[in-house]
């Protein structure tokens, strides 16, 4: 049964759907109805959620993968928490100026759409180490939903269809990209069925040999074939090496509520956190939601965190992320004693933080089910559908993750933004990621899951989500789907969805010496979230973009 709900006290267009048992909230209703069956079929919500990922390469395919990687946060029943990283790594051949030419200048496009564009991929390495951990079904049952959508065929949403449209362009170099997202070069029209039969071919084989039918075998030399014809770097050692990571959650607190995050190589648990301790001590709530006071703060504490992210922030493996001095309160709040309450700040002057104590660091989707289980999963292949090249006779989509890394110091990516050492390239090393998949408990209880796609513009999404329901007692839907604001450091800007800031805002912000107030051509992130008042369950897709949240 399904309900929808309308809140009388909701300001936005506040609709959510109602569960008792369980939720998934993902940007493809196909996706998100496969996460549910599961649910119905006796699945808990980790197996719910590998069916909804293996749904999602099948449905929404522009971040949806198994040629991509991601995180995977998870709140167990007994209330502990655990992340797995299943980011794509550096192939082993990888070195620090390989998207540089001679004189040292980035070579246009090669960190993006080029077959030296793909991370080694961990996606199904990951969703199946989650599957044997701490699911309940088998292989078959997880996988045969996303394989029967991709052997039958679904029809194509306006979205869907719109994007396949826009996106040819850019893979008419590769002609299995061509034939897997046209007919024969020609557009499909919205509403005609859409079949991937490679893709089929090659989830049947990960059916049946589990993680080695793509790390090994037939699909992998297909991957490394594709890369020996045109100077790619993944080898067959890449692909049989790759392994997933647990890693130790980043957690917090926030008035009284824990905050989980992921940890690196992903950059958003620690920046969330972060910018909550230094947003503690003021009192947002009064200011009011969307004011200039909350705003000026919000974005001074964005600024400080994503310095200290370009500085320091990047796989634990090979840099020594000061991750304690990132999460600690007391480094918050001197990072941001410096903030005037009456003046903007300039990046220019603003460096990454230094510890003074004496003693010492795109898709989103939710998932829960009726034992509490919590899963917050972002996945993503870079850009929309990755570096557009689809591996031929696999229906395999690869990622642009490489860009990821900072590819030449101080030189803004695809999403502006800078590092240094930190996020060199390595040889196996992982890409610094913004994806941050939350949870959020309250003495130890379900209360929130969110997350976003929208690179640089994750973070600050779910900060804003979190200050929403938590400062402002806002509803659900109108804590996600409100307009939001993004500032990181760099470029010194602040970034605004459509009618975020009024003009007389703006002109309070300007006053206290905001400069540059640009609005956003598109939605600034997808936060996809659930969240948990008692017995009842809340569920909604934001509406930002395609989707559904789904309930039973
Ligand atoms: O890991 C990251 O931070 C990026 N590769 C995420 C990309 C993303 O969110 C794309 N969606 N707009």
Known sequence: MLFIFLSESSIASSIGVYGKY??????????????????????NAVDSAVATAFALAVTYPSAGNIGGGGFALVRLPNGNVVSLDHREKAPKTAHRNMYLDSEHNVINKLSTQSHLAAGVPGSVDGLLLLLET?????????????LKLARNGFPLSYDLAQQFTTVLGKMKLYPASLEKFSKDGEPYIVGEIWRQPDLAKTLKIIMNKGRPG????????????????????ISASDLAD??????????????GYEIWGMGPPSSGGILVIQMLNMLEPFDLESMGYGSSASIHHMVEAKRRAYADRAEYLGDPDYYPVPIGMLLDKDYARQRFADFDVASASSSENIDPGIWFKESPETTHFSVIDNKGTMV??????????GNKIVVPGTGILLNNEMNDFSIKKDTPNQYQLIGREANAIEPGKRMLSSMSPTIV???GNPFLITGSQGGSRIITTVLQVIINVIDHGM???????????HHQWLPDQIIHDKYAISSDTRNRLSALGH??????????????????RGKAIFGVKDPRAEGAAVGY
Not at 376 to 385: D, E, G
């Open 376 to 385: 917050s999963f972002t996945t993503t292949l870079n850009s929309s559908y």
């Open 214 to 233: 793509f790390y090994e075998g037939s699909v992998a030399s297909l991957i490394v074939q594709e890369m020996e014809r045109n100077n790619g770097s």
């Open 515 to 532: 400069k540059n107030i640009v609005e956003s051509k598109s939605g600034i992130g997808d936060a996809n979230s659930i969240l948990v």
């Open 134 to 146: 701490y699911g309940s079904m088998s292989r078959t049952q997880v996988i045969s939903p996303a």
């Open 441 to 443: 408990t309250k003495d």
């Open 242 to 255: 790759y392994r997933s990571v647990w890693r130790t959650p980043v957690t917090g607190s926030y008035r």
């Open 22 to 43: 369980g939720m998934v909230s993902s940007r493809s209703a196909l996706a998100s109805n496969v996460g549910i069956d599961i649910m119905r079929a006796g699945g």
């Open 475 to 485: 509803q659900l839907g109108d804590a996600v789907t409100l307009p939001r604001i």
